[in-house]
């Protein structure tokens, strides 16, 4: 039964589908967001918040002079080339393009950044990060939403499109368990996030290899990519994936910045804080998100450090990518822990030995992770002492050092394969986990024009129907840090600006 019409219907309250729900609000549409979770903000809203652009107030006030092409061409240096060579390299032109003004309309409603920071190979700084993370945007894209009279409805899960003839003209929906229909008389934009917690689609596009690794956000489920495919869309590079990636396992706590305020005076005041906070108060609080989020370094299993599983023993060769996380998956709980001895210990104390890294704003040392994540790092002069204080069965670890320091001293071939084995001869010992393999996002998503409009395999537009963010990924390669933060913001507010005079496809 239909029992609701509205202009615009948005599928998903992460950050594009705020930013695209805001937008077409502010073109005079009447928008309804539909949530499946019980709170807006998906990856959007667990997210660091760089959002990376050229061209901004905030270069030109730090005196840098940048260009929209430079960082074009630099955007095309963080991928290998294989990856690299399948990006729709004119519509990330295109996006590039916008993603300063985007940053302006951001600041419109009272988000505060800082920065620029540097990313090499970035030419220039070009990585701007929100106050105080990235639930920012998504309050204060909820308080814009509200001010236009727009409706966002939780636990609100959309599990068709309705089409007639060619049009997409709603959406099916289950409402806190009750079954709905819903018409757009404009449009339908997907805004759903990605997959990375989709194992079907993941093997299926991946390869079955890769099925049991999961997605940090445990909700990428991909309904969006499922429903643009149900309904003619064509999909892209759907097997490019952000990871896998060795991750700390997140803090069971929630962080104090989601307590910080987030948009409006009280966070113009926190962002100017930020802006004049000493260096060594900016790094502390750098710290504290990178040892939440930030991988540990491959260079730490290059030193010797090894991975045992929950029985005590290694399972892989460490050093190598993606074979490890593949491995890591298969383990008992999907997780691992890193031992360092105590040569190990003294080496990721001090520059340029660090454990993650937010690079060029901050590093984290052995020190960092025993004060800031406790839950994920012990250290103690005794290898019994360690087991014990993370279950690990300590005479099959000390069976597993014995073999490779064993190997070490004799050069022999190290086992699973790996170049070099290093001796762990002494404390004090180092235990870091558990870490387990996750995507940080999947890359694949519809293939749509410059008006976000979502076309189907011959290249043609699906009436009434758009995609942003992760589901509107066409084909472009967003490695580095920030840019896909800035195209969730930037897809959501174009496609709200073209949804209120589509005038039919415009291929970039
Ligand atoms: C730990 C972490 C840190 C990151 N940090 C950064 C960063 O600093 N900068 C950067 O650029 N990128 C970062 N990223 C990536 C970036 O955050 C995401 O790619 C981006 O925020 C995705 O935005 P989105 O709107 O496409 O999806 P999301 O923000 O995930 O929003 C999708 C929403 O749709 C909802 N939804 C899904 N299916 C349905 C359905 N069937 N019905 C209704 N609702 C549905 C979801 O619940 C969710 O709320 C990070 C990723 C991770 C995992």
Redesign the pocket.
């Known amino acids: 039964m239909t029992d609701l019409e509205t202009d615009v219907i948005v599928?998903?309250?992460?950050?594009?589908?705020l930013a695209a729900a805001v937008s077409a609000a502010e073109h005079g549409a009447s928008v309804i967001v539909?949530?499946?979770?019980e709170q807006?903000?998906?990856?959007?809203?667990?997210?660091?918040?760089?959002?990376?652009a050229a061209k901004t107030r905030q270069q030109r006030a730090a005196g840098i002079e940048d260009d929209v092409n430079a960082h074009a061409e630099d955007a095309g240096k963080f991928a290998d080339s294989t990856i690299e060579a399948r990006n729709n390299e004119p519509l990330r032109a295109y996006f590039l393009d916008q993603a300063a003004d985007t940053l302006e309309w951001l600041q419109s409603f009272g988000l505060s950044f800082v920065g620029p920071h540097p990313e090499p190979p970035n030419r220039v700084p070009r990585m701007h990060n929100v106050v105080p993370g990235?639930h920012a945007y998504v309050a204060a894209l909820q308080h814009a939403l509200r001010q236009h009279q727009g409706k966002l409805i939780c636990q609100?899960?959309?599990?068709h499109l309705l089409q007639e003839a060619d049009r997409v003209t709603g959406v099916a929906?289950n409402i806190a368990g009750e079954p709905r229909e819903i018409r757009a008389r404009y449009g339908v934009i997907l805004?759903?996030?990605?997959y990375a917690n989709n194992h079907q689609l993941i093997a299926e596009h991946k390869g079955t290899a890769y099925r049991d690794i999961e997605g940090?956000?445990p909700?990428?489920?991909g309904?969006?990519h499922q429903l643009a495919a149900a309904a003619g869309g064509q999909l892209v590079n759907m097997d490019v994936t952000y990871g896998p990636e060795l991750r700390f396992i997140a803090p069971d706590k929630t962080s104090k910045r989601q307590g910080l305020p987030t948009h409006g005076r009280s966070a113009r005041l926190l962002g100017a804080i930020a802006k004049r906070a000493p260096k060594w108060l900016t790094r502390r609080m750098a710290k504290r998100l990178l040892v939440t989020?930030q991988h540990p370094e491959n260079a730490l299993f290059d030193d010797g450090a090894i991975l045992l599983n929950e029985q005590g023993t290694r399972f892989v060769d460490e050093t190598r990518w993606p074979d490890r996380e593949i491995a890591l998956a298969q383990q008992s709980n999907k997780q691992a822990y890193i031992l360092l001895d105590g040569e190990l210990h003294q080496r990721y104390s001090a520059w340029p030995h660090f454990i993650s890294t937010a690079p060029d704003i901050a590093y984290a040392y052995v020190a960092d992770y025993l004060r800031l994540r406790p839950d994920v790092a012990i250290r103690n002069p005794g290898l019994r002492e360690v087991c014990r204080q993370r279950n690990l069965p300590t005479t099959a670890v000390e069976n597993t050092l014995r073999t490779l320091n064993a190997t070490a001293k004799r050069n022999a071939p190290c086992p699973y394969g790996r170049a070099v084995c290093r001796e762990l001869q002494s404390g004090p010992w180092v235990l870091l986990g558990p870490v387990k393999a996750y995507f940080?996002?999947t890359e694949g998503g519809a293939r749509i024009n410059r008006q976000m409009q979502v076309l189907d395999a011959d290249g043609q537009v699906i009436s009434g129907l758009y995609a942003?963010?992760?589901?509107g990924l066409s084909g472009m390669v967003l490695f580095g840090?920030?840019?896909?933060?800035?195209w969730?913001m930037t897809s959501g507010r174009l496609a709200g600006t073209h949804i209120m005079h589509a005038t039919g496809p415009q291929h970039p």
Request: proline share 2%; no cysteine.
């Open positions: 599928v998903g309250a992460g950050g594009s589908g539909l949530e499946k979770r807006p903000g998906g990856t959007t809203g667990i997210a660091v918040g760089s959002y990376t990235g609100a899960s959309v599990t929906v805004a759903a996030g990605d940090i956000n909700h990428a489920t309904e969006g989020w940080t996002t942003v963010g992760q589901n840090h920030g840019l896909h933060i800035a969730a």
